[in-house]
Each structure stands twice: as structure tokens, then as C-alpha cells.
């Protein structure tokens, strides 16, 4: 599979991807901290916030969302290969951008609460 958004499959080489594993972290971390609650509870109550579901998109921008996939290919093919986007429009950002953070949620959850407990 090969996605073109916008013609931003190509960087130059001071570009850093988006790492989606630590913004969930420090996500997480933030929700739990401000509604006095764990980290594995954070995930639970805010699952729909944490991913953007809550209102069809994290970012609430479309070329955002396309920017944070930009050296992600990896993990697309990943939540693709899990079946996370068996029925998405691929021309839509936000909603493959809602995916994969589902993806990480529940393939990477271990991860995500190691990364959100050092904060």
C-alpha cells in the first residue's frame, strides 16, 4: 500500500515524524493527572478524546493530520494489517489519523502507559 497525501511523501531530512506513541503518552498522562485518575483509567474514560472520535478528528485539521502520518508508513501498514483500516476512505486523513491512535490504544497499550508513567 502507498499513500500520497498532498504530495508529502517526500521530506527533507530535518523533518521529524510525529511520534504517535508518546503524544498518546503524554495524553494520557494529562488526562489522568487532571481528572485525578490512573493511567489505565485515563485510557478507558477517555478513549473517544484520546483519539479524536469524540468529534470525527484529533487534530480538527485535515493537513495536520496528513503532517503527522508523514514517516508513519510503518505504522499504517501495521493498523492496516489489523484490519483498523478495513472500511476508511484513504483519502481521509482524519479519520486514518482516529485509526491509529485506536491502533496504538489497543496493540500498544503497554507502551503507551510505560511512556506515560515517566512524566
Known sequence: MYFTFNNLTSYDSTYIPYDYEQEIADDVAEKAEENGVSLETAIEDFRDSLTGADNGSYFCDSFKAQLAMVGNTGLIYDAQEAGYLGNVDLSDPETID??????????????ILKLASRE
Do not use: A, M, Q
Not at 99 to 109: M, N
Open 98 to 111: 482516529i485509526r491509529l491512535r485506536e491502533y496504538l490504544l489497543d496493540y500498544h497499550k503497554d507502551e
